[in-house]
């Protein structure tokens, strides 16, 4: 059972330095200051990663059309590797990989002729130079298998999401720097060497982290960790000058601004769900208009039973769909920064029950 209980639960004594002036903050004050937030609990947990500290960090999730049960969980574990977990949350497979940090993952991708999973993650192995860790999904054997690196360009490697485009199917993946400087990569993964070009960069003004792309309408969503969501335009011929979605005003969203996620409705619409790390939330804005939808937080289960509550989430993501009876509408996967007395992990939560909960 995590020490700290959220929610329904109550609030424990806990003491976290907020991003916001560098002052040390008590987490129940970020808490009561922000918008009010509801409650619901984790379904499942991974086991916890191998390196203690800060290590877990992003995840990635594959879906099994033909058996949902059997779909796939990847996982970074930034100081060791990157594991792949099933729906129970057992590690099936690790692959030995220091210094991986963000990951996504993009299905039905034609890898040297063959339609594959293709896994792509931010290495900052070199805090100076920039690349990207591409990898293969044997969705068989349950494993990873390593395809390139490719070196970016100068920078810490931070964030990473990628965007297949509608219509040509060309595949680019979006390397956030630590700096904010954000390069988009054209990736060439159809023949036997594979490559990488950088066709257009953008700039946020300070540490900058999460990313996702909408396949949908070609929008990319970045997150400035202490000032907020932005948008972009993700056409390499499109307009680098970002757009504001959201702000790390301390009410919606809580410095650190982290991890996102599409929540896709229709053709277009939809929400962008957002880590609201600084109190332990998570916060929904309309795709449409950027407007407000609400909040909720991953309390703990019962006493004695059930899956602990979640806190500093970094990365999550999330895809709807029927997983099974625990997940019948969809799987959202977050990253816990605190899983004592284990190392950290991550945490599975039926979408069906975070709809209920704010719809």
Request: glycine share 12%; net charge negative; hydrophobic share 40%.
């Amino acid at each position: 059972m995590n020490r700290y209980t959220i929610g329904l639960l109550g609030l424990v004594a806990a003491t976290i330095v907020a991003a916001q002036d560098g002052v040390e903050t008590p987490v129940e004050q970020l808490i009561a200051n922000a918008l009010p937030a509801k409650t619901v609990m984790a379904v499942a947990e991974t086991t916890p990663v191998g390196s203690v500290d800060d290590a877990a960090d992003d995840p990635a999730i594959w879906r099994n059309d033909a058996d949902p049960a059997k779909s796939l969980i990847v996982g970074t574990d930034k100081r060791a590797g990157i594991h792949v977990y099933d729906l129970a949350g057992q590690q099936v497979s690790f692959t030995p990989s220091p210094r991986l940090n963000n990951v996504d993952l993009r299905p039905d991708v034609t890898v040297n002729g063959k339609l594959s999973v293709l896994v792509a993650a931010s290495d900052r192995r070199d805090e100076l130079n920039a690349a990207i860790a591409l990898f293969t999904l044997d969705t068989n054997a349950r494993k990873l298998v390593p395809l390139a690196n490719l070196p970016v360009g100068p920078g810490e490697a931070y964030g990473m999401c990628l965007w297949q485009r509608k219509g040509d199917g060309r595949l680019y993946a979006f390397l956030v720097l630590k700096d904010g400087r954000i390069d988009q990569v054209a990736l060439d993964i159809s023949g036997s060497a594979v490559t990488g070009k950088v066709v257009r960069q953008m700039k946020l003004g300070t540490q900058s982290e999460g990313c996702v792309v909408d396949d949908r309408t070609g929008l990319l969503y970045v997150a400035e960790e202490d000032i907020g969501l932005w948008r972009f335009d993700a056409r390499p011929n499109g307009s680098t000058k970002p757009k504001a979605l959201g702000r790390a005003d301390g009410k919606q969203l809580v410095a650190d601004a982290e991890g996102l996620a599409i929540v896709p409705a229709g053709k277009s619409g939809g929400y962008l769900l957002a880590s609201s790390q600084g109190d332990y939330a998570y916060t929904l804005y309309r795709l449409r208009d950027g407007r407000y939808v609400g909040r909720f937080r991953i309390a703990d289960g019962p006493k004695g039973k059930g899956v602990d509550g979640v806190q500093e989430t970094d990365g999550l993501e999330l895809h709807l769909g029927h997983f099974g009876p625990d997940y019948p509408g969809g799987l959202l996967v977050v990253q816990d920064g605190d899983n004592s007395p284990e190392t950290q992990n991550f945490k599975y939560v039926s979408w069906t029950t975070v709809s209920e909960a704010l719809f």
